[in-house]
């Protein structure tokens, strides 16, 4: 993923598969991104400025590549398998007056 600094692009992440759908939270600015998942898994993401997170060399948590797994690669904050959905799809950080519980919660 990359942004326009106003004079040049800068990448903001990199290692995301297939990103389905991406917001940014209203309140914080925090960058939400939905992952389509390869073979097993799907994922959510929370992405820091200048992330890798892990594509190819991970699919959800799981390694499935060793040669490229590192400990810096920022792993996903929600994974779920096949089993429970085929496919991820982006929403928002709820901020509105519509239900107080779901304050601050990625949809």
């Known amino acids: 993923m990359l942004r326009y ?11 995301l598969r297939n990103p389905w759908g991406w917001s940014f939270d209203r309140e914080t600015g925090e960058l939400w991104v939905a992952d389509v998942g390869w073979q097993s898994w799907e994922e959510v993401n929370k ?5 890798n997170l892990g594509w190819p060399a991970y699919e959800g948590t799981e390694c499935i590549k060793p040669e ?20 991820v799809t982006g929403g928002y950080v709820s901020r509105g007056p519509e239900g107080p519980a779901l304050e601050g919660v990625y949809l």
């Open 5 to 15: 600094t106003g004079q040049d692009w800068e990448p903001i992440a990199w290692g």
């Open 47 to 51: 992405v820091p400025l200048h992330a």
């Open 68 to 87: 490229l797994c590192s400990a810096e690669m920022v792993q996903p904050l929600v994974v779920y398998d096949h089993e429970a959905g085929k496919s």
